[in-house]
């Protein structure tokens, strides 16, 4: 079964200031792999994903996150925090092998609340 | 495109009552979706489909139930409810097809409170 620890449930960055928020995962094949951001009262958004290919990826607001099968990671970072960036953030993986019939399944970890200081 | 989209917002029940809550999405996407969400526990699955007429059980599905009887809705119901269900709802979907079900799309939430 695959498992997602996200470490720290809380970070705090000044604005401008590097965002890094860390997530490994433990799956016997390297899964595919989310990050979504949660803004308060709202839904979940797709920040980026990898799936195949490069492993450093590129996703909106100027977040990028980095694939390390050696590490079992894909840590998110944000070379300067802004305002905007306070939200919650999940990390999530799906199963690279699915079966016939089923839906890639998303498991999630247990977020990371960031904080922007001014 | 409203995309995926939820109703109520919000609902407060008594302990033994029931309700239902309901998703729908204008993607046509096959697969679909039921996640509760509490503090510090991230998403949990409760129940999937992968298409009209299936569902299957997530990772948390008792004391739910749902159905898919339309592609673009998927009913989550809450036959007698409890506190312990007392958490923020969430439908999502995403595309069938090699190379394309990699990605969901979540509804903005349905807060539920069983006092």
């Known amino acids: 079964a695959q498992s997602v620890t996200q470490l720290g449930s809380h970070v705090s960055v000044s604005e401008g200031a590097l965002v890094l928020l860390r997530c490994n995962y433990s799956s016997s094949v390297p899964p595919y792999l989310f990050w979504y951001v949660q803004y308060p009262n709202q839904g979940l958004q797709l920040l980026l994903k990898y799936t195949t290919g490069a492993t450093l990826v590129k996703g909106i607001n100027g977040f990028e996150a980095e694939f390390k099968k050696s590490e079992t990671s894909f840590h998110l970072t944000k070379p300067s925090a802004h305002m905007s960036d306070a939200a919650e953030y999940f990390c999530?993986?799906?199963?690279?092998?699915?079966?016939?019939?089923?839906?890639?399944?998303?498991?999630f970890g247990s977020g990371t609340q960031l904080t922007v200081l001014p | 495109n409203a995309g995926v989209t939820q109703t109520p917002k919000f609902r407060v029940l008594k302990t033994g009552q029931s309700m239902t809550l309901l998703c729908a999405q204008d993607m046509n996407h096959e697969y679909m979706y039921w996640y509760r969400q509490d503090p510090g526990m991230g998403l949990r699955l409760i129940h999937y489909s992968v298409g009209e007429g299936t569902t299957a059980k997530g990772e948390v599905p008792d004391g739910y139930n749902v159905s898919r009887l339309k592609k673009q809705n998927f009913l989550l119901g809450l036959e007698s409810a409890a506190p312990s269900q007392t958490s923020v709802y969430f439908c999502?979907?995403?595309?069938?097809?090699?190379?394309?079900?990699?990605?969901?799309?979540f509804g903005p939430g349905t807060r539920l409170t069983v006092t």
């Open positions: 999502a979907s995403s595309s069938h097809g090699r190379g394309t079900q990699y990605e969901q799309y």
């Open positions: 999530a993986v799906s199963e690279r092998r699915a079966s016939s019939g089923s839906a890639r399944q998303l498991t």
